[in-house]
């Protein structure tokens, strides 16, 4: 009786494991997610928010997006969204996108 209580306990942690697993695998392709790619040479991801003063957040986000590159030759791509209830723009990119980014905004963003 142990024996069988054991094998069943085993078996049911298999199981669950193995349930864990296929959960994981159809998250994954029910996202369509690849795996991320390493961050670029030029240095780490960064995130910052700018909050705007005299522009409009959707307008400055359409001129970030137009001015710069979609992304660095190693692919890392720019991206600029819209916190419009704070006229603010959150960006996120390698150090060299960030420094253009924010002189652009610097320049258009002036009292």
């Known amino acids: 009786m142990a024996d069988e209580a054991a094998e069943e306990l085993e078996e049911f942690g298999v199981a669950r494991v193995m349930n864990r697993r296929l959960l994981a695998l159809l998250?994954?392709?029910a996202c369509n997610t690849t795996p991320a790619k390493?961050?670029?040479a030029d240095g780490d991801l960064q995130v910052q928010v700018v909050?705007?003063?005299t522009q409009a957040a959707e307008g400055a986000a359409k001129l970030l997006e137009q001015s710069l590159p979609k992304a660095t030759a190693n692919g890392v791509a720019f991206k600029v969204v819209v916190k419009a209830d704070q006229n603010?723009?959150?960006l996120s990119g390698t150090a060299a996108q960030m420094k253009e980014a924010l002189d652009l905004v610097?320049?258009?963003d002036v009292k």
């Open 27 to 29: 998250l994954c392709a």
């Open 38 to 40: 390493p961050p670029a």
């Open 51 to 53: 909050r705007l003063e």
């Open 106 to 108: 610097a320049r258009f």
């Open 88 to 90: 603010a723009l959150v």
